[in-house]
Every structure is written in structure tokens, then in C-alpha cells.
């Protein structure tokens, strides 16, 4: 499948969830990464007037989310985030932003992503993501 069938796939699986709500769409994937985007919009903002850091946070982490599970070890029921961490270096105020996420680690009790948020019309930084995910395992049968 090609990165562009695999980004489709993708935004079709997201539509009904918290990425498809607020816009988030993937715009490619391959081995240990994934891409997407998001239109800035006004009720994406914070009162001040800067895109709410909860927009940058919801795009990284969906991209290292959809990354970590399309890196699942075979036999692996799941995953959930243990812990992450966000650096704002900047804002955008309209058009878009970008995020490119890629794995750092992929073990088989967690696996470790970085992401970085970038405004897609200058290509200046906005936020350098990084969380940790614990791989989820069958229950052992009783």
C-alpha cells in the first residue's frame, strides 16, 4: 500500500474520533513515521488569540499514537500513553500546521515517539513532542 492509500485509510479510520473532529489529517505514512496536518481555525485558538496549545498537543499525539499502533509487535492487544511531554518554541495564528512524527524506540513493553509540529507556511517550529507508550499484552488465562 502506498503512503498516500495508507494516509486515506487513516483519515477514514480518525473521522469519527477526537482527530476527525478537529480536523487532523494524515497526509502520509511509512515504516516508524507518519505525517499529518491541521487547518488553524478560530475555535481552535485560545482566547488570547494564539492556537491553543491543546491543538498542537491533540496533533502530535494522534500522529504518534496511529504511528505506535501501526508499530505494534505482533501479538500485542494495544498500547497506552505513559507519559508525555510538549516544548512550544512558537504559534501560528492562520493557515496550517504540520507534524512529523518518527519513532525513537520500538520495544516490546514500550516504544518511544518524537514528534515536531511546524507552522506549514514558513516551515518554523511550533512544538517538539516526545511521549512514551506501554505495549498492551493478552491477559494470561487464568
Sequence with gaps: MTAP????????????????????????????????????????????????AGTVVT??????????ARSLPGGATGFTTIE??????????EGAIACRATAGHLGRTTQLWDAVVTNKENGRTIALFRCTQLVLWPKPAA
Excluded: Y
Aim: proline share 3%; aromatic share 8%; with cysteine.
Design 5 to 52: 492509500d495508507v494516509a486515506n485509510q487513516l483519515n477514514e479510520m480518525s473521522r469519527a474520533f477526537l482527530p476527525g473532529l478537529l480536523g487532523v489529517r494524515f497526509t502520509a505514512a511509512g515504516e516508524n513515521w507518519i505525517e499529518a496536518d491541521l487547518e488553524v481555525r478560530r475555535d481552535l485558538m485560545a482566547p488570547n488569540g494564539f492556537l491553543h
Design 59 to 68: 496533533l502530535a499525539d494522534t500522529c504518534c499514537g496511529v504511528g505506535c
Design 84 to 93: 508525555l511531554k510538549s516544548n512550544f518554541l512558537g504559534t501560528a495564528k
